[in-house]
């Protein structure tokens, strides 16, 4: 149990391009959602907290006009990268939470903006 | 004080050896302790939790260690396996908080050799 699914797992675009990566929890309900991001050999920076329902509450630094989340489901979370430019490639990563208070991550997803 | 600091940087144990990894917590309000192993290219998977009301709690080869008074918790692992060379990370939230936003170390890169 607890699986959290990403797709895609990776996806180049263009520089100017909008990305939108989904998030799902496949056999639990997540109220609330995580988007991280990761550098090589660094750790977790989250980005965003998702709460279904209502508006993504974004870490101090992070564009919310740049990086749009939208919770539409209990199980399902995406994040859209708009307007993509080469310093947006990373590594991104979302987590669900569960009742359990356990946050189970993805596989991740990586970006690559060409 | 929302920090957690993780020890060592990077570790190299041999086959069949004990790893420790060592993580240190500033606020006092964390009430929740998860630990995670990351292999390269995809995303953290949850190992084993502990809450501060036990000092000790066991998953196989896998032990955590909690200090409360010294606000320090410990990843033992046991009978290390090549397998187990990965990136592993400690974190740390407030339960009930609202979010439960995980509060990451920098991570450990661990290296079992054959």
Known sequence: ?114 | QQQVKQSPQSLIVQKGGISIINCAYENTAFDYFPWYQQFPGKGPALLIAIRPDVSEKKEGRFTISFNKSAKQFSLHIMDSQPGDSATYFCAASIRGSGSEKLVFGKGTKLTVNP
């Not at chain 1, 995406?78 to 993805?106: K, M, N, W």
């Open chain 1, 1 to 114: 149990g607890a699986v959290v699914s990403q797709h895609p797992s990776w996806v180049i675009c263009k520089s100017g391009t909008s990305v939108k990566i989904e998030c799902r929890s496949l056999d639990f309900q997540a109220t609330t959602m995580f988007w991280y991001r990761q550098f090589p050999k660094q750790s977790l920076m989250l980005m965003a907290t998702s709460n279904e329902g209502s508006k993504a509450t974004y870490e101090q630094g992070v564009e919310k006009d740049k990086f749009l989340i939208n919770h539409a489901s209990l199980t399902l979370s995406t994040l859209t990268v708009t307007s993509a430019h080469p310093e947006d490639s990373s590594f991104y990563i979302c987590s669900a939470r569960a009742q359990s208070y356990e946050q189970y991550f993805g596989p991740g997803t990586r970006l690559t903006v060409t």
